[in-house]
């Protein structure tokens, strides 16, 4: 009986630093700390690049309503004929 005793303990002690050894790995282990960060990373760039586009859309688009408005029957219509352009918007 002392024996099989013996082989328990030994197979707990084994265990018990098995689980220990697992608890200090995943301590230590950086990987997921850095994914969520590069993912964070990630977001704020395709969040900044979004409002760029749109904010530079945005001002194209104004460019182009001022340029309509001084041209305003000024311009060459699709036929290519001078002072009849209009500016129309399409659909």
Not at 5 to 10: K, N, S
Not at 68 to 91: E, F, I, Q, S, Y
Request: with cysteine; glycine share 14%.
């Amino acid at each position: 009986m002392a024996l099989s005793r013996r082989v328990q303990l030994q197979r707990g002690e084994i265990d018990m630093k098995k689980l220990m050894t697992m608890t200090r790995q995943f301590r230590d282990d950086e990987n997921g700390a850095a994914m969520v960060e590069y993912s964070i990373l990630v977001g704020i760039i395709a969040a900044a690049s979004l409002l760029a586009v749109l904010a530079i859309g945005g001002w194209v688009g104004d460019q182009f309503t001022g340029l309509c408005a001084n041209l305003d029957g000024k311009g060459v219509d699709a036929a290519g004929v001078a002072g009849n352009g209009a500016c129309v918007p399409t659909p």
